[in-house]
T-cell receptor
């Protein structure tokens, strides 16, 4: 089945460490997104990419960076992790062929804890 | 003002009843609208998409859109215990989704 996968699924790290979260998809979609979710706050967009050469900041990009290594791969890095980056992180994809509809499909998520 | 607001909940409904979820949005340029279901600790799952005014039905789910009032709703008919989850309203603005904070629904037996 075409799918969105994320690694790792759980990660505990310490303040100041560099962390990379990875996302891969077999849906053939060209658009990819990174979100974080905090309890009671819904999903907030961190970065998004409409194709391999396109990277855009979302509403909460400070402290994060991304790399789009291929159409199917989009990685999120925390340069120097801090405790308030403890959250659930989701990758999502969508297909530009849908035009304005932009249905997005989510990976299983990474639970990140920064001590 | 948040871009997307949902009734805060939690919403408790008896099994077999109708659950009604509401969402308002601020950007009149919004092009498409979605409802996601999210079980605790899991990822959001797309359950309904709606793009034009009116109703759209899919099984026990009905989405309603009123662009003039900037309002989208979700009705869950014949609610089942498996419908107990948080429902997220999402609005597409310039190919990015803005999400509401979610409404938690509990279906009690």
């Amino acid at each position: 089945d075409a799918d969105v996968t994320q690694t790792p699924r759980n990660r505990i790290t310490k303040t100041g460490k560099r962390i990379m979260l990875e996302c891969s998809q077999t849906k053939g979609h060209d658009r990819m997104y990174w979100y974080r979710q905090d309890p009671g706050l819904g999903l907030q967009l961190i970065y998004y990419s409409f194709d391999v050469k396109d990277i855009n900041k979302g509403e909460i990009s400070d402290g994060y960076s991304v790399s789009r290594q291929a159409q199917a791969k989009f990685s999120l890095s925390l340069e120097s992790a801090i405790p308030n980056q403890t959250a659930l992180y989701f990758c999502a994809t969508s297909d530009s062929g849908q035009g304005t509809y932009n249905e997005q499909f989510f990976g299983p998520g990474t639970r990140l804890t920064v001590l | 003002q948040k871009e997307v607001e949902q009734n805060s909940g939690p919403l408790s409904v008896p099994e077999g009843a109708i659950a009604s979820l509401n969402c308002t949005y601020s950007d009149r340029g919004s092009q498409s609208f979605f409802w996601y279901r999210q079980y605790s600790g899991k990822s959001p799952e797309l359950i309904m998409s709606i793009y034009s005014n009116g109703d759209k039905e899919d099984g026990r789910f009905t989405a309603q859109l009123n662009k003039a009032s900037q309002y989208v709703s979700l009705l869950i008919r014949d609610s089942q215990p498996s419908d107990s989850a948080t429902y997220l309203c999402a609005v597409n603005i310039d190919y990015k989704l803005s999400f509401g904070a979610g409404t938690t629904v509990t279906v009690r037996a």
